[in-house]
């Protein structure tokens, strides 16, 4: 039975999109391509994009080159002879144009072949020249510096480009977190007593001020209490009292003026009526 013609160009339609599809490859923005004809690597990466290839024969390899961040568990010797736990990331990236070299040396498996191999060699080298507590204070950033440079060295000619390391987690052994804890107390403990020294001898030292300044105020008072300015300041009181409205008998020998109570005539407390600010002497005359 013949096959109809509208038939034979359907199945003919879909065999050459067939074919079409498989000869192509896609690479994405975040890859780059590179091309193995028979088994053998192009030295020339490709870009993103659709690329022809000869189903059968040519395929494209794609390897990521934006920054991936690789996360490491590992202990780290230290320099007194300990091993601290640690979480590690790594961010690294690859250079586009080294593409078809680390295929050639290592494979779609570098980061295992290269990667984490000289990453665990650069830091139990650079760990083993800090102490354990090094890694929980300042000397952290320069640990990170260090370990990062080392793998650079390593890395930068075989076309990877490491970006960052950082420790993540610090786990000291149980006796020396303890010790470390207990410094930390004890160095808070030191700056809070120093502060409040301090706090005291601010506080002496203004007590020290303001006793100078009543010292001096007295000084300056003294030497101006003279006796013409007692009397005048007697005067003055004479006249205060001789505007008061209440009745007062005031006694003087010439000098200095008393007050003289009327209702205590039988038994009167005489009171020189002086400066402001001294002392009243009280005598008392016996009953007659």
């Known amino acids: 039975m013949p096959i109809p013609p509208g038939r034979t160009v359907r199945a003919a339609t879909v065999a050459l999109l067939a074919t079409l599809l498989t000869a192509c ?13 028979l088994g053998r690597i192009s030295q020339r990466p490709v870009t993103s994009g659709a690329q022809f290839i000869v189903p059968g024969f040519q395929s494209v390899l794609r390897i990521p080159v934006r ?25 690294y990236r690859i250079k586009p144009e080294m593409a078809p070299r680390i295929l050639e040396q290592s494979g779609l498996a570098y980061e295992e072949v290269i990667i984490i191999p000289v990453f665990r060699s650069a830091a139990a080298d650079v760990s083993s020249r ?19 440079q080392a793998m650079t060295v390593a890395l930068d000619v075989r076309g990877f480009v490491v970006e960052s390391v950082l420790l993540k987690s610090i786990r000291l052994p149980a006796g020396l977190a303890q010790a470390v804890e207990q410094k930390l107390e004890a160095e808070q403990r030191a700056q809070q007593m120093q502060f409040v020294l301090e706090t005291e001898r601010q506080e002496a030292e203004r007590k020290r001020v303001e006793a100078e300044g009543i010292r001096d105020a007295q000084k300056i008072i003294g030497a101006g209490l003279t006796p013409i300015v007692l009397q005048y300041q007697s005067i003055q009181a004479i006249r205060d009292l001789a505007a008061s409205p209440n009745a007062k008998l005031v006694m003087t020998d010439g000098r200095m003026p008393f007050l003289l109570n009327p209702g205590e005539l039988l038994t009167p407390t005489i009171t020189p009526v002086s400066a402001p600010g001294t002392m009243r002497p009280e005598a008392s005359r016996p009953r007659p």
């Open 25 to 37: 490859a896609t690479v994405r923005q975040d890859e780059v391509g590179v091309k193995r004809t």
């Open 67 to 91: 920054t991936i961040n690789r996360e490491v568990r590992l202990d780290l010797p230290t320099k007194e002879g300990l091993n601290v736990g640690a979480d590690v990331s790594i961010l």
């Open 130 to 148: 800090f102490m354990a507590k090094d890694l929980h204070s300042g000397e952290r950033s320069a640990i990170e510096r260090a370990i990062q």
